[in-house]
């Protein structure tokens, strides 16, 4: 998943907001920012190199130490202890660590092939990227749907007021994120818009994920914590 991760930070901090939101953005996208780490370590290289040449069905990694099963314990245990000693608060570190599971869980239904620990071990998750990447991304959409819904139904119950503008803002990054997947699913931009072949910094795959989900990020982190409380709340 890709934007899909990010709605359940939302929930987090609506529910635990002695924990702040991009704490809680950037453990629900953790293991993917790991992968990006490790891509520069050389122990998770990532291709195509060049981006637009890239799509989700064809993109090749092996995310033996950011996805599969076994990382998984340490970066749980990781998040768990940043936010117990970052807030003082215990509940917010098992929040956080609570969206890392959370990120396996859905990747296991939407996303790269993940396995216990090597791709030589059993794999764990659909691996719809690779076998049904339209599928992969309906459920990334309807998981979306239904988790920015009970969101702004929370919000209004607790008495907190956006304007549509504010909505529309936050949606809208939703929005763009399963928009971007349909475009690059199975044909890349190279194809699509007749790009040539060129070389420069720019074009990069890694690089230009990790704007992208760094950009996600302070994008949500801006625009979410922008509402009024209802006085009969306060």
Avoid at 38 to 44: M, R, S, T
Avoid at 128 to 153: G, H, M, P, R
């Amino acid at each position: 998943m890709l934007a899909g991760h990010f709605s359940t930070a939302l929930v987090a901090h609506q529910k635990f907001p002695k924990g702040t939101l991009l704490y809680f953005l950037i453990a629900s996208q953790l293991q993917d920012l790991l992968w990006f780490t490790f891509h520069y370590l050389g122990l998770e290289p990532t291709g195509p190199s060049d981006v637009f040449n890239a799509t989700l069905r064809d993109m090749t990694v092996d995310m033996l130490y950011s996805h599969d099963l076994i990382p998984q314990l340490i970066w749980v245990f990781i998040i768990f202890l940043i936010g117990k000693i970052l807030f003082k608060n215990t509940k917010v570190g098992l929040v956080g660590a609570a969206l890392v599971v959370g990120h396996f869980v859905l990747d296991f239904f939407s996303g790269h092939p993940h396995h216990i620990f090597g791709e030589e071990t059993h794999q764990v998750g659909l691996g719809l990227y690779a076998t049904n990447v339209f599928l992969a991304i309906a459920v990334e959409a309807i998981f979306s749907i239904a988790v920015l819904w009970y969101f702004f139904q929370q919000e209004a119950h607790n008495g907190i007021k956006r304007t549509s503008k504010n909505k529309a803002a936050i949606i809208g990054l939703f929005a763009f994120g399963i928009v971007f997947m349909l475009t690059i699913a199975t044909t890349s931009f190279r194809d699509l818009f007749g790009i040539p072949e060129f070389n420069l910094s720019f074009n990069s795959n890694v690089p230009t994920l990790i704007l992208t989900y760094a950009g996600m990020i302070l994008y949500l982190n801006h625009y979410v914590s922008k509402f009024e409380v209802s006085k009969k709340n306060i």
